[in-house]
């Protein structure tokens, strides 16, 4: 079957013919893969940025964000069904389990001995079918197919606002979300959903489509950082920017990061601890992040859901790996024909 596959020894992204998956065990699901989203976390792949799965792997299949259709349940299998749309979580435990893998919660796995789909350890899904316990499914009500490939981003937004929440100590409504890709405008999103004033800072124009879809849905926006906020969402990946963003930190809030790297730079322990602040760090989701993601995306304003997304053909991976990104963040394979 057709696999955009990454080749560790020589360096290349090509498209290589992998063996079809056949049986499943008891526990498992079979599902035929529709769509693969690409994002930046895949880009750093193409590229070899990343740390190699382990020494005894030489390729991987890429793609983490991924919607499918059931094809065939194992028998013990009796939350899905031949037919049911699913998107499957990412991260997988480690073997033997810490504490948190062993409580199902393997996205805040402590050993770093854990598996992801398509980033370390373990095949992806921009290929044309795969396996996967049930438990790694998530399913998707048909009301959500034209977007579901936004699932796997938004929960990771989820788990990074209900960590914020959970910690905040201030009853100030006022949100700034760090970049305008599919994180920053999920976060952004979704706050605004939480009652929060939100507004944007990244470096597109006023004029960029994407910006006129937060606007949209009254959303400020501004390529200046200014004044304070409450909450502070990172989803730039950029760590100067993230560094002078706490500066805006009002006395009591809380940064979230997501994608911000090592940088030199000076930070003021001081204010932070005078100020009463927090500072988060946040990845990867559980099911219950995944939970709230569908949740969200069905109350969110479906034409601007829409508009996040553009496709391509499997073929195209080379543009969406290697290219920069256009109008639409979002950019989805379609696999299946």
Known sequence: MRSVVLDFERQTVGECDRPQPE?????????????????GTDRDLAAFKMRRPTQKVSSLVLGHEALGQVVRCGRDVHALSEGDWVV?????GCRPACSSCARGRPDLCTSFRYTERGIVGADGYFTEYAVDDAS????????????????EPMSVVEKAVARALAVRQS???SALVLGLGPIGMLASLVLKRRGFAVRVSSAEPEDHPRVGLLR?????YSRLLSGSASLIVEAAGAADLALAALKCL???GVFVTLGAQSAPGEFSFIDLIVGNQTIVGSVNASRESFAAALSDLAALDDRVLRAMIRRFAF?????TLFELPAAEPKFVHVIAD
């Open 171 to 173: 009853d100030d409504a």
């Open 315 to 319: 073929s195209d991976y080379r543009r």
């Open 23 to 39: 049986g499943v065990s008891p526990a498992q699901v079979l599902f035929r893969i529709h769509e693969v989203g690409v994002c």
């Open 216 to 220: 949209s849905q009254g959303i400020g």
């Open 136 to 151: 790694d499914l998530i399913r998707v009500p048909p009301s959500l197919l034209d977007f579901a490939i936004l699932i």
């Open 88 to 92: 499957p979580t990412v991260r997988r």
């Open 250 to 252: 009002a006395p009591c």
